[in-house]
């Protein structure tokens, strides 16, 4: 990887989630989605991106020495008990780097087009990139207590956040040094009034959260294959 022209972005995928509502028998990384797994996947679409002169997984820390035979050109780190602090546990041995995009391993059908999309923002000048996609269904407020629809919402400039998101070193470890709360690395970088830049993001780089989901995926992989 040393000899890539495209040096100085590091990949950062966190993959110690548990998985619990995929429901599945073992960590979600480590499920098989047709002959490889959602980390092998992810790290392999990582690489095909010719974007990374690194990549670090975080796993559970009983997978580590598992993960390490599966991903041997990665480097691998164990995670937390939330993503916030496997991304932080990611990051701390990060050492010197201009980017890093941080790539849920969830998202294993990600092409590798996406990855250069959004290093390529951060080239030109983007402190935080985030690939996004309209949101097609309408949308509704209700009230949770009484399930009753209180407004619809404009959805024109709603948009479905993906990953990989893409930071430049410097406000990445600024954000992740508060101690604020938000569901994605981004929204620590917005809580400290930085610009976040969109990029067009990509339907195949859903993220396997239900076991919808991975059905969804295992037949997407079964149709190229056979394509
Ligand atoms: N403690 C955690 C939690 C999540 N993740 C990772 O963050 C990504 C997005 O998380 P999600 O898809 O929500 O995974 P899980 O936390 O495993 O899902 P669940 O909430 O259903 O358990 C995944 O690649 C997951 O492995 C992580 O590295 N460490
Ligand atoms: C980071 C993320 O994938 C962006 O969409 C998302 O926020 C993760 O959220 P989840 O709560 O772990 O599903």
Same mark, same amino acid.
């Given at each position: 990887?040393?000899?890539?022209?495209?040096?100085?972005?590091?990949?950062l995928?966190?993959?110690?989630?548990?998985?619990?509502?995929?429901?599945?028998?073992?960590?979600?990384?480590?499920?098989?989605?047709?002959?490889?797994?959602? &980390?092998?996947?992810? @790290? $392999?679409?990582? /690489? %095909?991106?010719?974007?990374?002169?690194? +990549?670090i =997984?975080?796993?559970?820390? #009983?997978?580590?020495?598992?993960?390490?035979?599966?991903?041997?050109?990665?480097?691998?780190?164990?995670?937390?008990?939330?993503?916030?602090?496997?991304v932080r546990a990611g990051l701390a041995v990060i050492?010197?780097?201009?980017?890093v995009?941080?790539?849920?391993?969830?998202?294993?059908?990600?092409?590798?087009? &996406?990855?250069?999309? @959004? $290093?390529?923002? /951060? %080239?030109?000048?983007?402190?935080?990139? +985030?690939? =996004?996609?309209?949101?097609? #269904?309408?949308?509704?407020?209700?009230?949770?207590?009484?399930?009753?629809?209180?407004?619809?919402?404009?959805?024109?400039?709603?948009?479905?956040?993906?990953?990989?998101?893409?930071?430049?070193h410097?406000?990445l470890q600024?954000?992740h040094?508060?101690?604020?709360?938000?569901?994605?690395?981004?929204?620590?970088?917005?809580?400290?009034?930085?610009?976040?830049?969109?990029?067009?993001?990509?339907?195949?780089?859903?993220?396997?959260?239900?076991?919808?989901?991975?059905?969804?995926?295992?037949?997407?992989?079964?149709?190229?294959?056979?394509?």
């Open positions: 990887m040393s000899s890539n022209p495209r040096t100085g972005t590091v990949a995928i966190p993959a110690a989630g548990m998985g619990t509502r995929l429901g599945e028998d073992q960590p979600k990384a480590f499920v098989d989605l047709g002959g490889t797994t959602i &980390l092998e996947r992810s @790290v $392999d679409s990582a /690489l %095909r991106s010719s974007v990374f002169s690194r +990549v =997984v975080v796993v559970p820390e #009983d997978m580590v020495e598992h993960a390490r035979e599966l991903v041997p050109e990665a480097e691998v780190v164990a995670g937390g008990a939330e993503r916030s602090d496997s050492g010197a780097a201009e980017r995009l941080i790539h849920d391993a969830a998202r294993a059908l990600t092409p590798p087009d &996406l990855f250069v999309r @959004v $290093d390529d923002e /951060l %080239r030109n000048g983007a402190t935080a990139v +985030v690939p =996004v996609l309209p949101v097609v #269904d309408t949308l509704k407020r209700v009230d949770t207590v009484d399930h009753e629809v209180i407004e619809t919402v404009d959805r024109a400039k709603l948009r479905a956040v993906q990953t990989p998101q893409g930071f430049t410097t406000a600024l954000a040094a508060e101690s604020g709360d938000a569901t994605d690395d981004a929204g620590l970088v917005e809580a400290l009034g930085s610009r976040v830049q969109t990029v067009h993001g990509d339907q195949y780089a859903f993220k396997i959260t239900t076991a919808f989901d991975l059905r969804i995926a295992r037949l997407l992989l079964a149709d190229e294959a056979t394509s």
